[in-house]
């Protein structure tokens, strides 16, 4: 048995080869160790990659054959290497080869979740697979999110704990991920007209001891208070902070190795309370643990110190991660900055022509009309106020201040409108910069998004990339009653 890879192909190929050989090894007891040459007398030939990656590939398809595929596509194929019974598992990009080799892994019988695999009982080799498919994904972003803040969530995970769910994912064909991180959090770290960021909290400030009558406190040694495994022992809020960035460093840089791509949720119009010292007009935001600040109801468009704040964020979060590939950009969850949204809805008017829109009137009218979200129309057209607001205070910010630029000079980091009312998608498709996205919240849970099937409708033009998200579980919703 031989798996042949090429000799200088890309490291995801060569893992692929590495995987393919450890699956065959559980499965049918078959050893075999990835190499560039088939020994002689080898009885069957698995080839991993591509014609311009693997030379025994390009020979495989000599005469032509390849077909076209998207840097997603994958492709099995059964055919003949020189007489002799060969399969192709390969893909249009080194990602996508190895996606092509856990999909033939998946065909033997194994199944991936989220926390190991399950594979079938071990039985002999039966031979290649009679197999020719080609797949290209329905689906072109997949995307997990990670981090949070919620204690029963990935906010309490270790890095080893990370890597392993990302390697899953990975075997499922998710392409991305995001870290959505809060701005209480201690991610990140600035300094604002001379006050430095708090120190960081997790789980919006709630605190959970461990004693010796917590039921299964055995199972977290060294813990006195439930946190996340890495952060044990920092004997400081700095010390704390830099393993907080290690750790999301660690999980984006695991991510990006599997061939994802990377990116961060953040919210630039929120922020720890202290700062209201400096920051005048700012009002304490309606969130969980009530540790955050943000706009005030009537805070003015053309306020400096506002959009100093707001730049000194996000600047903090890319100077922070620079590698990252997306910067999701959201609005509160329960927005409080609503009584500028005439006005903001007027200039952003007078930008980009939102005649098809209706007046502003009309606009808030359509909001109230969407009765069936959580809060009631009241919550929507509330949510539609506060986010004509940010998005033209956002969209200045962009135009004048070179926000997404990278520290070393390189290609901007591309931006993602996260959760906007959808009432807004037509807006948000003018105002998304070149290769920016749109990232659409509709409702919460999958149910209650089927059952407002015309805003689904309403997704932004096809020259917008745009992704719907929707809890899997939360502080008031949970994985089995979504099951039930």
């Not at 907080?244 to 840089?253: D, P």
């Not at 099937?453 to 745009?466: F, G, M, N, S």
């Amino acid at each position: 048995m031989a798996v042949l890879v090429g000799r200088n192909a890309p490291r995801l190929e060569r893992f692929a080869a590495a995987e393919l050989c450890r699956y065959m090894a559980e499965l049918f007891g078959v050893q075999a160790a990835p190499g560039t040459d088939a020994p002689p007398g080898a009885q069957a030939v698995l080839l991993v990659g591509r014609p311009k990656t693997n030379p025994a590939v390009a020979r495989a398809f000599a005469n032509g054959g390849w077909p076209k595929l998207s840097e997603q596509g994958i492709m099995l194929k059964r055919l003949e290497l020189a007489g002799e019974p060969a399969l192709v598992a390969g893909g249009g990009s080194p990602v996508a080869t190895m996606w092509a080799v856990y999909e033939l892994v998946e065909r033997w019988g194994v199944r991936y979740l989220v926390d190991r695999d399950v594979l079938p009982p071990k039985r002999p080799w039966p031979g290649l697979p009679e197999v020719n498919v080609v797949m290209e994904p329905n689906m072109r972003i997949r995307c997990w999110r990670l981090v949070n803040d919620l204690a029963h969530g990935p906010v309490s995970w270790s890095l080893a704990e990370n890597r392993r769910f990302l390697r899953q994912m990975a075997k499922m064909k998710y392409n991305r991920v995001h870290a959505s991180l809060w701005p209480s959090q201690p991610f990140v770290h600035y300094t604002f007209r001379g006050m430095e960021k708090p120190p960081g909290v997790l789980y919006f400030g709630m605190r959970y001891p461990i004693d010796a009558d917590t039921i299964g406190g055995e199972k977290f040694a060294g813990m006195t208070e439930f946190t996340n495994p890495e952060f044990v022992g920092a004997g400081s809020a700095e010390e704390l902070r830099r393993r907080a960035i290690r750790l999301v460093r660690g999980i984006l840089g695991e991510a990006r190795r599997l061939g994802m791509q990377i990116g961060l949720s953040v919210q630039p119009f929120e922020w720890p309370k202290e700062f209201m010292k400096v920051l005048p007009g700012s009002e304490s935001a309606h969130q969980l643990g009530n540790l955050t600040a943000g706009p005030g109801r009537t805070q003015s468009l053309e306020d400096p110190l506002l959009g100093e704040m707001i730049a000194t964020i996000v600047r903090a979060y890319i100077e922070t991660y620079p590698d990252i590939d997306l910067l999701h950009v959201g609005t509160p969850e329960h927005r409080g900055w609503i009584g500028q949204a005439e006005e903001a809805y007027r200039r952003l008017d007078e930008r980009y022509r939102l005649s098809d829109l209706g007046s502003y009137e009309q606009l808030c009218a359509t909001a109230q009309s969407r009765t069936t979200f959580p809060g009631g129309g009241q919550r929507v057209e509330r949510m539609l106020k506060g986010d004509l607001a940010a998005l033209w205070l956002f969209d200045s910010l962009l135009r004048d201040k070179q926000l997404l630029r990278r520290p070393d000079g390189g290609s901007d980091i591309k931006i993602v409108y996260n959760g906007v009312v959808a009432e807004l998608f037509p807006l948000v498709a003018r105002m998304v910069p070149p290769g920016g996205e749109v990232l659409s919240f509709i409702d919460y849970t999958a149910s209650r998004q089927l059952h407002q099937r015309e805003l689904l409708r309403q997704v932004p033009p096809r020259h917008v990339p745009a992704s719907l998200i929707f809890t899997l579980a939360d502080d008031n919703v949970g994985v089995l009653p979504q099951l039930a």
